[in-house]
């Protein structure tokens, strides 16, 4: 087998997993935190691409473009957790679910009125288009380069953010118990919309920064957010790192998979077979892996400690 | 009749060790009271022994058989039942349903889909009959989350008598009782003694010397003393852990 | 139907309405100048099946698949692959559909019951879109452009022919009301006290010794069996099939339905699913951009009219 191309697809396994890390951690935090199950995350997914995108294509710069959709996404997420969600804490999962479904439904219409049905088109600047060599014959994309350099880099922010400042503090004792936190003076409220924010901002970034491979369109979020869930749920819910190991495994087995399952399939299968059989196997595959992880522990391969 | 035996027992939690090396042995027929301050892990014996729980280390024999990789639906049809020291009921069914569940187990397996419940007097009948013998007979047609809460601990005693058990785990059925409650469980208890064997997890001191056959004082999860009431009344040590401070309170 | 005796509670007047309409609707929408209303109505009744599968797992037994409506593709799958490969026996695509959607249902129920709550959600999901993938990664049946079904299920004799508008809506219709009728005898069997017991007390189920899991799968298998026959007469009545009616916005859909004419009520999945389908197609007609609109009646359903629309009108008939 070729080396080249196992590398290469290992490492737009792991760009993948990257991005869903940024979904992931999002949804874990809110949920961890607010226990809230909010389906409307791609949707924010998808804003982030569209209000990020936009801001590049006035501005004319891609990199402003991302820097301008932090503060951008910020308030956007901020807005959506004070006027639509707060009312949702109360209530159970399910009513959650419904809701932020009929959200999500809401928030592709919106976008199809203020952008238009074909979604937006955003390039790269030409500094990051392009490839570079990195090593054993290989030659990669840049930007691909730079997407895992930016998600680690945000890896590494929040695990600081969490583990390390005071805010951090706030977030995990909100999350092992609020009623206490609460009860020592935490303003909850507050606290809630600052992680709901740095959720939407990390949603936006992971919709934008993918932007200029798949282009912006009308219910991107929807397919990357089952994606989130599956990884949550495997790296166990609240779990930041849990989410980092599971959104990583994930996205390697899912590329690595597409690209060699057929031919795994071979050793074992004739042609014909292998051929029909492996395509339709590798979009199951990390499901099937879901399964297993489930299986054996059906709480994650990181649970929650204790419940609030 | 079965009698019950727990041997060498261990539970942990984290660092927590709620169940230290605990031994303790129920006779056929007899009314056996566990008793002991506020975290020594009374609930979670209790757990332990009906099966909600599993142990880290140690065995238990219920009438002669090792039960403890036994699940706890297996070990109620073995016979064993308990009851639950914060009620759990079901809320939103009538007294009667809630009654009629357990009875239904009786039958073997519930795989039954087209005779309505309602209309059925095998089970509608014995449950009426174990309402009126805790006392709930004309409350049997009230939604069990509006009964008052003496009548839902009634409730939940009822609950775990119609499995038709042959030993009754008790976790402190008197809990939020006042005195004039307490003392009409403590008459039910006594008449259920000889029917039953009991092992009775309670705070109440008046219940448990004026029913006990023998006492188990557990603290921090350890037994301290097992002996007749008198024994452990007398008990340096336990009036030192337990009884000295009831005294002095 | 004793359930309906009472027609002066406004609950049940309504489910009295709208299962009248449909009775009559090949009779009545014709002389109204409206034929079309006629598929529409088959088209919900289907749902509405679809629905009181799904209230029985949920509503009844407090397990929220968000997968449902994969069911509805593998009964409507059963009727078009068999179709394109030449076999139109109704009684072998029956027969495929059932047996696909329990063996589904067995695996998917086997592995998801494990979890509980929001795990149980996800995983119902995630397991749905494998089997949506599956459908769309399938070439030769069409993939996302679906497959055209020549000619509806062949169950044998001349008298009893689907092709006949007439027959197939009835058949519906007869579907409809045996799965009323077996949804009302399940939940007040022997079967349905332990469900309703385990989702209100999981805990106390076992501790009077009964094993609940085994009682839930079962469960979830009638569930998943009653959906795939919704889905043979989907693919029956819009001679078509694709993976798009097995996708999670569809399970979405059907968790609304249910929760719209009201969780845990014989009727509510019915009635929910008349509402929301007749609601989402008038509103489809104004704007494109219907979903504008929709989404946050959605959200405004679940916040104020919680116990759906059986609640709203039985707690009108409790003050008024």
Avoid at chain 1, 129 to 152: H, K, N, Q
Avoid at chain 2, 138 to 159: M, P, S, T, W
Avoid at chain 3, 105 to 126: C, E, H, K, P, Q
Wanted: with cysteine; net charge neutral.
């Amino acid at each position: 087998m070729d080396h080249v191309l196992l590398i290469e697809q290992f490492l737009n396994g792991f760009q993948l997993g990257i991005i869903l890390f940024l979904m992931a951690a999002g949804l874990t935090l809110v949920f961890g935190i607010m226990d809230l199950v909010n389906l409307a995350h791609g949707s924010l997914f998808m804003i982030g691409a569209f209000v990020g995108g936009t801001l590049a294509l006035l501005t004319g710069s891609f990199i402003l473009g991302v820097i301008l959709m932090i503060p951008a996404m910020l308030v956007i997420g901020i807005v959506i957790e004070m006027t639509a969600l707060r009312t949702l804490y109360a209530r159970d999962h399910l009513d959650q679910v419904l809701a932020t479904f009929g959200l999500i439904l809401f928030f592709n219409e919106a976008t199809r009125l203020i952008w238009g049905p074909e979604g937006l088109v955003v390039p790269l600047p030409a500094f990051l288009d392009g490839s570079v060599e990195i090593g054993l014959g290989i030659t990669y994309p840049v930007y691909r380069i730079v997407i895992i350099a930016v998600g680690l880099a945000v890896a590494l922010g929040l695990y600081i953010l969490v583990g390390r400042t005071r805010i951090g503090m706030l977030i995990r004792a909100g999350a092992s118990n609020r009623t206490m936190a609460g009860a020592l003076g935490v303003n909850i409220p507050k606290l809630f919309s600052i992680v709901f924010g740095i959720g939407a901002v990390l949603a936006g970034l992971a919709g934008l920064i993918i932007t200029p491979i798949t282009q912006a369109q009308i219910g991107m979020g929807e397919d990357v957010l089952i994606l989130a869930f599956v990884v949550i749920v495997i790296g166990g819910i609240g779990s930041i790192r849990g989410a980092f190991i599971a959104a990583i495994v994930t996205g390697v087995i899912d590329t690595m998979g597409r690209s060699f399952l057929d031919v795994l399939l071979l050793l074992f299968l004739p042609a014909n077979a292998a051929e029909s059989a492996g395509p339709a196997l590798s979009s199951m595959l990390i499901y099937i892996l879901m399964a297993a992880i489930l299986f054996f522990r059906p709480q994650g391969l990181f649970p929650p400690k204790g419940a609030q | 009749m079965a009698g019950l035996e727990a041997r060498s027992l261990i539970k942990a939690f984290g660092g927590l060790t709620a169940t230290d090396n605990l031994s303790l042995e129920v006779a056929p027929g007899e009314l056996h009271a566990v008793i002991g301050p506020n975290g020594a892990g009374k609930t979670t014996l209790v757990n332990l022994l009906s099966g909600l729980l599993k142990p880290d280390a140690g065995a238990i024999t219920f009438a002669g058989r090792d039960i403890t990789r036994l699940s706890a639906p297996a070990r109620v049809k073995a016979g064993l039942a308990r009851s639950f020291q914060i009620t759990s009921i079901f809320r939103d069914f009538t007294a009667l349903e809630n009654v009629m569940l357990p009875v239904q187990t009786r039958h073997g397996h519930s795989f039954r889909f087209w005779t309505p419940v309602s209309r059925d007097t095998r089970l509608t009948a014995p449950a009426r009959e174990l309402l009126e013998r805790v006392g709930l007979g004309d409350r049997a047609d009230v939604r069990a989350g509006d009964l008052a809460y003496g009548e839902q601990r009634q409730l939940e005693i009822a609950i775990s008598l119609a499995t038709g058990p042959s030993f009754l785990l008790l976790d402190e059925p008197m809990a939020g009782m006042g005195p004039e409650e307490s003392q009409g469980l403590v008459e039910f208890l006594r008449a259920l003694k000889g029917r039953y064997t009991m092992l009775l997890v309670e705070h109440d001191m008046d219940a448990v010397f004026a029913l006990a056959d023998r006492i188990t004082v557990l603290v921090y999860g350890r037994v301290i003393a097992t002996g007749t009431p008198d024994e452990i009344r007398n008990d340096p040590e336990v009036r030192a852990a337990y009884l000295g401070e009831e005294e002095a309170a | 139907m004793s359930a309906l005796a009472n027609l002066r509670n406004p609950a049940n007047a309504f489910t009295a309405l709208v299962l009248l309409v449909f009775a009559t609707g090949p009779f009545v929408m014709p002389l109204l100048g409206e034929p079309f209303y006629v598929i529409v109505f088959a088209r919900i009744m289907v749902w509405a099946i679809a629905a009181v599968s799904l209230n029985l797992i949920m509503g009844y037994g407090g397990m929220i698949s968000f997968g449902h409506a994969v069911y509805l593709g593998l009964g409507g799958y059963a009727v078009g692959i068999l179709a394109f490969h030449g076999v139109t026996s109704g009684w072998a695509q029956l027969a495929v559909a059932v047996g696909a959607s329990a063996a589904v249902a067995l695996v998917f129920g086997a592995i998801s019951l494990r979890t509980r709550g929001v795990y149980f959600i996800m995983i119902t999901l995630a397991l749905a879109q494998m089997i949506y993938f599956l459908g769309v990664s399938a070439e030769q049946y069409g993939s996302d452009d679906g497959l055209n079904i020549l000619s509806r299920s062949d169950f044998g004799p001349a008298f009893y022919d689907l092709n006949d508008q007439a027959t197939l809506y009835y058949t519906v219709f007869a579907v409809l009301l045996a799965s009323v009728v077996v949804s009302g005898r399940l939940v007040g069997s022997r079967f349905g006290a332990v469900l309703r017991a385990a989702k209100s007390n999981d805990t106390r189920v076992q501790a009077v010794g009964v094993a609940t899991y085994r009682y839930r799968l079962t469960a979830f298998v009638i569930a998943g069996v009653m959906c795939g026959i919704a889905g043979f007469l989907q693919a029956n009545l819009e001679s078509f099939v694709s993976p798009d009616m097995m996708s999670w916005p569809r399970s979405g859909e059907l968790i609304f339905m249910v929760v719209l004419g009201g969780m845990s009520t014989l009727f509510g999945p019915v009635t929910g699913a008349f509402v929301f389908l007749m609601v989402s197609d008038t509103l489809s007609e104004w704007t494109i951009h219907w979903h504008i609109i929709f989404g946050p009646l959605l959200v405004l359903v679940v916040l104020f009219a919680r116990g759906g629309i059986a609640g709203l009108l039985n707690r009108k008939s409790a003050n008024g």
